[in-house]
Nanobody, 121 residues
């Protein structure tokens, strides 16, 4: 099994910054894509940003230029630097990892428990 532990959420004023971290642990053979999703009340979960093992990155349009995703493959950790935060960024942010637990195992999506980000004055 693979466990994902998130940290870094909290309450911040509009225009402020937060940095989320997510560390994967357990029986990890390899991790392909790591990413961050978010879900606001009454809305569907959406992809915020994702990064492949090789460093290919994608962002949802609403965070481009404000959020930066990065990854430390040696530590199986992904980060999300969030700048110029807006009230509409308020949501529970979930870490995701597409991982294998052995060489011949299928890739399986693992999820963190979520961390609350609230942007409010």
């Amino acid at each position: 099994q693979v466990q994902l532990e998130e940290s870094g959420g909290g309450l911040v004023q509009p225009g402020g910054s937060l940095r989320l971290s997510c560390a994967a642990s357990g029986s990890i053979f390899s991790i392909n894509v790591m990413g961050w999703y978010r879900q606001a009340p009454g809305k569907q979960r959406e992809l915020v940003a994702a990064i492949s093992f090789g460093g290919m990155i994608t962002y949802v349009d609403s965070v481009k230029g404000r959020f930066t995703i990065s990854r430390d493959n040696a530590k199986n950790t992904v980060y999300l630097q969030m700048n110029s935060l807006r009230p509409e960024d308020t949501a529970v942010y979930y870490c995701n990892a597409e991982a294998r637990i052995s060489r011949f195992a299928p890739v399986y999506p693992y999820w963190g428990q979520g961390t609350q980000v609230t942007v409010s004055s």
